[in-house]
């Protein structure tokens, strides 16, 4: 059984900063990609970014250059530094598991978190 926990939501103004982590329980995921995910009200569920297990990442383009995704195997724990922060960067925040960090699509994802809100005023 793997478990994912996701921690660090809350309310930011616009231009400001957060960082969210995933703790995974259960199961070791040390080989596995870790992904996030959001989805703001009334839209899909929308790739944010991705890491191997080795280190590599993989960013949408909505958030490059803003965000950042960093894993410590040795704690099962991934984080997402979000800086420069919009209004439409508000959602629930989801993490998850999937076998590469080149995958983009939700499908490819077994493992999920239960979601942080964030929510970005202007």
């Known amino acids: 059984q793997v478990q994912l926990a996701e921690s660090g939501g809350g309310w930011v103004q616009a231009g400001g900063s957060l960082r969210l982590s995933c703790a995974r329980s259960g199961r070791t995921l040390s080989s596995y990609a870790m992904g996030w995910f959001r989805r703001a009200p009334g839209r899909e569920h929308e790739f944010v970014e991705a890491?191997?297990?080795?280190?590599?990442?993989n960013y949408a383009d909505s958030v490059k250059g803003r965000f950042t995704i960093s894993r410590d195997n040795a704690k099962n724990t991934v984080y997402m530094q979000m800086s420069s922060l919009k209004p439409e960067d508000t959602a629930v925040y989801y993490c998850a598991a999937g076998s590469s960090y080149d995958y983009t699509k939700t499908y490819d994802y077994g493992h999920w978190g239960q979601g942080t809100q964030v929510t970005v005023s202007s």
């Open positions: 890491i191997s297990w080795r280190g590599n990442t």
